[in-house]
């Protein structure tokens, strides 16, 4: 993915914020790997789930593998710019995280489940960066759609954040905040890697596994 050394790390303020502009993103809506819709609203029976955790090209990879998985789509949130480019948030002056928007049947594949994938697909202990890749728009976060969501990602986050501990490793800096506006990235980012098999993926999780009973054993 794109790299700019002089990457700000430093969140701006809504005042010195983007603008941004009304107008949407415009794309096909159609999910590049199984041909479904990857707008909202859900299917009738399916939940949302919305994470960012690095560069979302390897990021939404992660999730649209796992069974019980719908669609996934890339987009940017958590900021204060409107309908934000890929540039925009690149400079660091939008706020945005780029993240992966999860449908996902609950019958099929828990919530605790994609928490798992989530904080073991990256290394959630870095800050405003994952890997090489620095930068605002690359920190972790959980953004929960309702109480049960937030429940479990602040029990899961604090029960690996205990076992990391004891692998040396920091505190973790993921962000968990309610679900704010999700923005949709352009058409040429859905699915980048099948899209680009040999493309850029800068993830890396820790290797430590992340308990699924949220007790930290």
Same mark, same amino acid.
């Given at each position: 993915?794109w790299?700019?050394?002089?990457?700000?790390?430093?969140?701006?303020?809504?005042?010195?914020?983007?603008?941004?502009?009304?107008?949407k993103?415009?794309?096909?809506?159609?999910?590049?790997?199984?041909?479904r819709a990857?707008t #909202?609203?859900?299917p009738?029976?399916?939940?949302?789930?919305?994470?960012?955790?690095?560069?979302?090209?390897?990021?939404?990879?992660?999730?649209?593998?796992?069974?019980?998985?719908?669609?996934?789509?890339?987009?940017?949130?958590?900021?204060?710019?409107?309908?934000?480019?890929?540039?925009?948030?690149?400079?660091?002056?939008?706020?945005?995280?780029?993240?992966? #928007?999860?449908?996902?049947?609950?019958?099929? #594949?828990?919530?605790?489940?994609?928490?798992?994938?989530?904080?073991?697909?990256?290394?959630?202990?870095?800050g405003?960066?994952q890997?090489?890749?620095?930068?605002t728009?690359?920190?972790?976060g959980?953004?929960?759609?309702?109480?049960?969501?937030?429940?479990?990602?602040?029990?899961?986050?604090?029960?690996?954040?205990?076992?990391?501990?004891?692998?040396?490793?920091?505190?973790?800096?993921?962000?968990i905040i309610d679900?704010?506006?999700?923005?949709?990235?352009?058409e040429?980012?859905?699915?980048?890697?099948?899209?680009?098999?040999?493309?850029?993926?800068? #993830?890396?999780?820790?290797?430590?596994?992340?308990?699924?009973?949220?007790?930290?054993?």
């Amino acid at each position: 993915m794109w790299f700019n050394a002089t990457s700000k790390i430093q969140m701006p303020s809504a005042d010195d914020a983007l603008p941004g502009r009304d107008k949407k993103m415009q794309i096909s809506g159609k999910h590049f790997v199984t041909g479904r819709a990857i707008t #909202l609203p859900n299917p009738s029976g399916t939940e949302t789930a919305l994470f960012g955790l690095g560069c979302f090209w390897g990021a939404e990879r992660l999730f649209w593998e796992l069974e019980g998985v719908f669609s996934t789509a890339v987009g940017y949130a958590a900021g204060y710019t409107k309908n934000p480019t890929y540039e925009e948030v690149c400079s660091g002056k939008t706020a945005h995280n780029e993240v992966v #928007l999860v449908i996902f049947d609950p019958a099929a #594949l828990t919530y605790q489940r994609l928490l798992a994938k989530f904080f073991e697909g990256h290394d959630p202990t870095q800050g405003m960066r994952q890997g090489n890749d620095v930068g605002t728009q690359y920190r972790s976060g959980i953004y929960t759609y309702n109480e049960a969501q937030k429940v479990a990602a602040v029990k899961t986050k604090h029960a690996y954040e205990n076992v990391l501990k004891g692998r040396r490793y920091s505190e973790i800096t993921t962000e968990i905040i309610d679900a704010p506006e999700f923005y949709y990235a352009e058409e040429y980012h859905q699915q980048y890697l099948a899209k680009n098999p040999g493309g850029y993926c800068g #993830l890396g999780g820790t290797g430590v596994s992340c308990p699924t009973d949220q007790t930290g054993e």
